[in-house]
């Protein structure tokens, strides 16, 4: 192996940074969602939103939960009501769910 390349090699072979990963219809059938992550998704979630409640990783998602709702309250979308707390998120949280909504937040 030539000196030059030694550091693509060396390059290649550290960790990725990033794993991003499609499963829906790509790593997995497409069933996986609703069958599987979204009741165990819905099990957890409360307990999880309670248990995170003072992480500021889930204090700015809670904050863009309720900026997007607010959003579709002003846009006169149909909607879940507005929510202030905890229950409420987890309450809009399940509705997207069931909706299949995609939500940034």
């Not at 165990?40 to 500021?56: I, Q, V």
Request: with cysteine.
């Amino acid at each position: 192996m030539s000196d030059a390349a030694a550091p693509l090699l060396e390059q290649s072979a550290s960790r990725p940074q990033v794993y991003l990963l499609d499963v829906e219809g790509t790593t997995s059938p497409i069933s996986l969602i609703s069958e599987q992550l979204f009741p165990y998704a819905r099990r957890h979630l409360r307990t999880y939103l309670y248990e995170h409640a003072g992480d500021p990783d889930t204090n700015a998602d809670f904050a863009l939960l309720l900026g997007e709702n607010r959003a579709e309250l002003a846009n006169e979308v149909p909607r879940f009501a507005s929510f202030g707390d905890l229950d409420g998120a987890c309450d809009y949280l399940l509705w997207l769910m069931d909706r299949d909504r995609k939500s940034t937040a």
